[in-house]
């Protein structure tokens, strides 16, 4: 390989411009254009430089036996570099924006509208996605169909957002940057030489023109030097702050994904679980799966950012494409898996389900009403005239389920009927209903386990007397918190009262120290005038 072709490899892996390098080197772009075109070979100076820039040998640099330049160190990947490559993408655009004319500048407009256009179009089908994902989510409850919704809707607004600028950037880098930096600043400058001849001495005046201001700068190093280590000074402190507030961002970013992260591992659990009982659900598995590999990718991402660390992009393309394939997978068989369920709005007519009866008498008393503390389906009175004296309460609940109490002081208190709920994962009954139920892909209203039915038994007189006394009871507490409630806004009342008796008070001190110092004004200005009439009777005689 010759060493133009060397040459133009190196700058364009640094992802530098002939102007860059020729800034670097400090010569002019048409010495740098006449070495990569092979017309001229630099001097040694500029050769030992070139090999510094480059970080590459002078034998490797200028021996055409060798075939492929080994760079010395390889570069670690750090913010510092990745802040650098954005910054010299935009000013590489800014460049070559201005040089373009009008109509080309149309032309690039318009591809980066086209571009934009299509990666927007990406959204529908993660919209189509995410509607699919609200319909399997809303056989749930709807507090956990909430909470599975938003993050559902998350995890695929951050993976739409990553994929998009990925994707962006790599097509403008190669569509438009590397297309446009060289083709059309050629193309014109072909123009010229062919159909004006004066524009092309013009070029060769700015050409020496540049050489000269290039051999003064050599003459009068130290201002040179002065400057650059201001404007490297001024890139450091902004490079620095940059590079703090991305690790800022990067930093309060993570801990929600860090949550997000260890709420998947324990639904990974909790389905491998439910494999080894039997209840397999591929499709949730496989959506768990592919959370879990975005998850860690981003959270991979995101420490590579805070502690500058080298991350493979080939890596990080690999876990997002096996992400993407993974959520795929995974929506299609939950689909096809759920679409076969079941829901029944009752409770299953089994051994296991079934209801028991607690009864407990209790003797009236004038001040007797009865209370509930738990879920109940519905209470019922039934008159019987025969309990004179007494009434009688019949609990229907699931004892496999749950468990009553009644609870009583003394015959002037209420009673209360308890009912203590035990559905819960923790309980075996339970677990094993909710399994089986899983296996034969059927769901049935649980809630309904820890409901109780009440029937009362009393005469109407005694019935009507319960009714009016827990009315009375009602009416009762409902004045006391009100009156409660009146009783502290009297009480902030007074004292907001006191505080504006207070401040009048203090109003008033000061309004009298105001009169008293106008009244001194006052005698001030007299004696003043006085004076003033003094002296000038004293000038005038």
């Given at each position: 390989?010759?060493?133009?072709?060397?040459?133009?490899?190196?700058?364009?892996?640094?992802?530098?411009?002939?102007?860059?390098?020729?800034?670097?080197?400090?010569?002019?772009r048409q010495a740098v254009s006449k070495w990569e075109s092979g017309q001229t070979y630099p001097e040694m100076d500029k050769l030992l430089s070139i090999c510094k820039l480059f970080k590459c040998s002078l034998d490797d640099l200028t021996n055409d036996e060798v075939k492929e330049i080994k760079v010395n160190?390889?570069?670690?990947?750090?913010?510092?570099?990745?802040?650098?490559?954005?910054?010299?993408?935009?000013?590489?655009?800014?460049?070559?924006?201005?040089?373009?004319?009008?109509?080309?500048?149309?032309?690039?407009?318009?591809?980066?509208?086209?571009?934009?256009?299509?990666?927007?179009?990406?959204?529908?089908?993660?919209?189509?996605?995410?509607?699919?994902?609200?319909?399997?989510?809303?056989?749930?409850?709807?507090?956990?169909?909430?909470?599975?919704?938003?993050?559902?809707?998350?995890?695929?607004?951050?993976?739409?957002?990553?994929?998009?600028?990925?994707?962006?950037?790599?097509?403008?880098?190669?569509?438009?940057?590397?297309?446009?930096?060289?083709?059309?600043?050629?193309?014109?400058?072909?123009?010229?030489?062919?159909?004006?001849?004066?524009?092309?001495?013009?070029?060769?005046?700015?050409?020496?023109?540049?050489?000269?201001?290039?051999?003064?700068?050599?003459?009068?190093?130290?201002?040179?030097?002065?400057?650059?280590i201001k404007t490297s000074v001024i890139l450091k402190v902004l490079n620095s702050i940059a590079s703090f507030c991305v690790k800022l961002c990067s930093t309060l970013i993570l801990f929600p994904f860090l949550f997000v992260f260890f709420f998947i591992v324990v639904a990974i659990i909790i389905t491998l679980?439910?494999?080894?009982?039997?209840?397999?659900?591929?499709?949730?598995?496989?959506?768990?799966?592919?959370?879990?590999?975005?998850?860690?990718?981003?959270?991979?991402?995101?420490?590579?950012?805070?502690?500058?660390?080298?991350?493979?992009?080939?890596?990080?393309?690999?876990?997002?494409?096996?992400?993407?394939?993974?959520?795929?997978?995974?929506?299609?068989?939950?689909?096809?898996?759920?679409?076969?369920?079941?829901?029944?709005?009752?409770?299953?007519?089994?051994?296991?389900?079934?209801?028991?009866?607690?009864?407990?008498?209790?003797?009236?008393?004038?001040?007797?009403?009865?209370?509930?503390?738990?879920?109940?389906?519905?209470?019922?009175?039934?008159?019987?005239?025969?309990?004179?004296?007494?009434?009688?309460?019949?609990?229907?609940?699931?004892?496999?389920?749950?468990?009553?109490?009644?609870?009583?002081?003394?015959?002037?208190?209420?009673?209360?009927?308890?009912?203590?709920?035990?559905?819960?994962?923790?309980?075996?009954?339970?677990?094993?209903?909710?399994?089986?139920?899983?296996?034969?892909?059927?769901?049935?209203?649980?809630?309904?386990?820890?409901?109780?039915?009440?029937?009362?038994?009393?005469?109407?007189?005694?019935?009507?007397?319960?009714?009016?006394?827990?009315?009375?009871?009602?009416?009762?507490?409902?004045?006391?918190?009100?009156?409660?409630?009146?009783?502290?806004?009297?009480?902030?009342?007074?004292?907001?009262?006191?505080?504006?008796?207070?401040?009048?008070?203090?109003?008033?001190?000061?309004?009298?120290?105001?009169?008293?110092?106008?009244?001194?004004?006052?005698?001030?200005?007299?004696?003043?005038?006085?004076?003033?009439?003094?002296?000038?009777?004293?000038?005038?005689?």
């Amino acid at each position: 390989m010759k060493f133009s072709e060397k040459l133009q490899k190196l700058r364009k892996e640094n992802k530098m411009s002939q102007e860059q390098l020729a800034d670097q080197l400090e010569v002019s772009r048409q010495a740098v254009s006449k070495w990569e075109s092979g017309q001229t070979y630099p001097e040694m100076d500029k050769l030992l430089s070139i090999c510094k820039l480059f970080k590459c040998s002078l034998d490797d640099l200028t021996n055409d036996e060798v075939k492929e330049i080994k760079v010395n160190e390889k570069e670690k990947v750090t913010m510092s570099k990745f802040l650098d490559e954005i910054l010299d993408t935009i000013s590489r655009s800014a460049s070559i924006f201005r040089k373009l004319s009008f109509s080309q500048k149309l032309k690039y407009l318009s591809g980066l509208l086209i571009l934009v256009f299509v990666l927007a179009l990406l959204r529908i089908p993660v919209d189509y996605i995410y509607e699919l994902g609200v319909n399997i989510f809303e056989s749930f409850h709807p507090s956990v169909e909430n909470v599975l919704c938003s993050i559902w809707n998350f995890i695929l607004s951050i993976s739409y957002l990553i994929f998009s600028v990925i994707v962006f950037y790599y097509l403008y880098k190669v569509l438009f940057l590397e297309k446009w930096e060289h083709e059309p600043i050629d193309h014109l400058e072909g123009k010229k030489e062919n159909l004006n001849i004066p524009e092309v001495e013009k070029e060769k005046e700015k050409e020496s023109k540049k050489e000269s201001i290039i051999s003064e700068e050599k003459e009068s190093p130290t201002l040179r030097n002065h400057s650059e280590i201001k404007t490297s000074v001024i890139l450091k402190v902004l490079n620095s702050i940059a590079s703090f507030c991305v690790k800022l961002c990067s930093t309060l970013i993570l801990f929600p994904f860090l949550f997000v992260f260890f709420f998947i591992v324990v639904a990974i659990i909790i389905t491998l679980y439910f494999m080894l009982q039997g209840i397999i659900y591929l499709g949730i598995f496989f959506l768990l799966m592919g959370g879990f590999i975005l998850c860690y990718l981003v959270i991979q991402i995101l420490f590579s950012l805070i502690t500058s660390h080298r991350q493979s992009s080939r890596q990080i393309g690999i876990l997002f494409l096996a992400s993407l394939i993974t959520l795929g997978i995974g929506t299609g068989i939950t689909v096809v898996e759920f679409s076969s369920f079941t829901y029944y709005d009752e409770i299953p007519n089994t051994e296991l389900y079934k209801s028991d009866f607690a009864e407990k008498e209790i003797e009236m008393t004038d001040g007797f009403y009865f209370d509930i503390i738990g879920s109940y389906e519905n209470i019922e009175y039934v008159k019987d005239d025969d309990l004179k004296n007494t009434v009688r309460f019949q609990v229907e609940y699931y004892s496999n389920f749950s468990k009553v109490n009644f609870e009583m002081v003394n015959t002037e208190n209420p009673l209360w009927i308890v009912a203590e709920s035990k559905v819960h994962l923790l309980n075996p009954r339970v677990r094993e209903a909710i399994f089986k139920n899983l296996k034969n892909k059927e769901l049935y209203n649980y809630g309904k386990l820890e409901r109780m039915n009440i029937v009362v038994f009393a005469s109407s007189l005694n019935i009507d007397k319960m009714q009016e006394n827990k009315e009375k009871i009602e009416s009762e507490n409902e004045r006391n918190y009100y009156d409660s409630l009146l009783e502290s806004n009297r009480e902030r009342e007074a004292e907001y009262q006191s505080l504006i008796d207070q401040k009048e008070i203090e109003n008033n001190k000061l309004q009298l120290k105001i009169d008293e110092l106008e009244e001194q004004l006052e005698e001030k200005t007299i004696k003043l005038q006085e004076y003033k009439d003094q002296i000038s009777s004293i000038i005038t005689e």
